[in-house]
């Protein structure tokens, strides 16, 4: 699969009477994104809001953050199976990506796993959302919906309003175009024959209720191990429906610039030859793990890799799945290096992980989340800090009276991100 | 290869229990320690983990629910349940470990606590047909 992914940058966004993109501006009708958020019955009200770099903003609580792209050619549909149509697959052709910008899904969905982001102030160095412009979708639903059908609504709404964006780069020239191509498994292992065979072993939070991605619109726990070009990734084949630890949320925007990807690509070719991506779950039924870590070791040992990269997403029964797939990859005699954050407490002298094995002995650390940060008071509040004392990474008691607190950074989006999407890290003397 | 019957599922999560108490075998327990607690005992005693006791990626000092399932060796396994045993102890290591960190807040607002019920259940819900095949 080849895909060209042509990048519009984007400076602001402004509220117009009609949507479109002009001199790096982002114009948005909002009556008419309102409306088409309003569409689903289930929510009460939407309210859009517009946050931008150094503003004195606070956006909270976050169920997801997308960035708007649209498919041009090459077939598919951006977020094929839950917006766009299931087939053709995409991955192929021209897509275009408002780069800069993001949509933020903002509103209560558990009151404890959804996190913030600080458009400035010390926070906001943690954050990759608080570098971009974000149009929020503040979203509130009817009274008494099981939460999970809520769910399922703030997904659908982050994901419309984004695909419906795109749609206004469509015809917009790029300021870039950058080329990915990864080619079947026989010849893409010709293409490089000296170079050293790289896959990627990208496991998905898929561990129940409030905790899931979706893979071509299938809920991630109901696929065994599978094969995907990198290519279909940055089309929005896999979107985020989970709502864990704020500090570990792969959003769906981690998926479309996923960083291994991206590192893997500009090393194909030169340094190594980048072979595509296995795709996994993280189950809760023991016996499901055991099966998709023996797959993960079998299609590893099919593409003859010499080694990989694995990511996870989430702590504790997470961690039980990555040991699996190191273990039993390395036993198949392929190279493993995991990627992953640690919780190893304020002091950082507690075990980072909750599981191990013997064969992990490479591992590049995406920082800890236990470290405490005082955030201050924010002229303005997009959503509430009502849960915030509820939040993880906050305690009762953390909040004061005139707005500011302390937390552990495990309550900033994406500040551990466990693909390696931050700037933390662990150095080794 | 499991008969639903004979699956133990250990709890401190009401919901759990009411739901699943005449489809199977519920123990339904005080605290989150006590059913981690009462999971080694019966891991120890011939029974397997079906399921992970730290399901749900939330730190033990977050959650005040927990819902394990586990399942008696057959009379046949010569299995020492060593894999298991070792899981288990891991997870009260780690328990004890976020108890330091900062311990579980006593209480939270009710909706708050709703969530974690749900949360927990639907643990085992994705979890019972698997073992209904």
Known sequence: MRLELGKIEIRDIQFADRTYIGDHILYVNREEIEKLVLEDDKLLSCRLDIARPNEAVRITPVKDVIEPRVKVSGGGEIFPGVIGKVSPPVGEGRTHALDGCCVVTVGRIVGFQEGIIDMSGPAADYCPFSKTVNLCVVIEPKEGLETHVYERSGRLAGLKVAAFLGEAGRHVKPDTVEVYETKPVFKQAAEFPDLPKVGYVHMLQSQGLLHDTYYYGVDAKQFVPTFMYPTEIMDGAIVSGNCVAPCDKVTTYHHLHNPVIDECYKRHGKEINFMGVILTNENVFLADKERHSDMVAKLAEWMELDGVLITEEGYGNPDTDLMMNCRKVERKGTKVVLITDEFPGKDGKSQSLADTCEEATALASCGQGNMTLHFPAMEKIIGMQDYIESQIGGWAGCMNEDGSFEAEIQIIIASTIANGFNTLAAKGY | ?133
Request: with cysteine; net charge negative.
């Open chain 2, 1 to 133: 290869m499991w008969n639903i019957g004979k699956a133990v599922i250990v709890t401190n999560n009401d919901w759990v229990f009411e739901k699943y108490k005449t489809i199977t075998h519920v123990i339904c327990l005080g605290t989150y320690e006590e059913v981690l607690i009462k999971t080694r005992d019966l891991v120890h005693n011939r029974h397997h983990l079906l399921t992970h006791p730290q399901a749900s990626s939330l730190k033990p000092n977050q959650t005040p629910y927990r819902s394990v399932m586990v399942y008696p060796n057959a009379a046949d396994d010569t299995d020492d349940n060593m894999n298991d045993i070792i899981l288990i102890e891991k997870c009260l290591e780690v328990f004890y470990q976020w108890q330091e960190i900062a311990p579980a807040p006593g209480k939270y607002t009710d909706n708050v606590m709703r969530d974690f019920k749900v949360i927990d259940a639907s643990m085992i819900d994705s979890v019972i047909p698997r073992i209904f095949i």
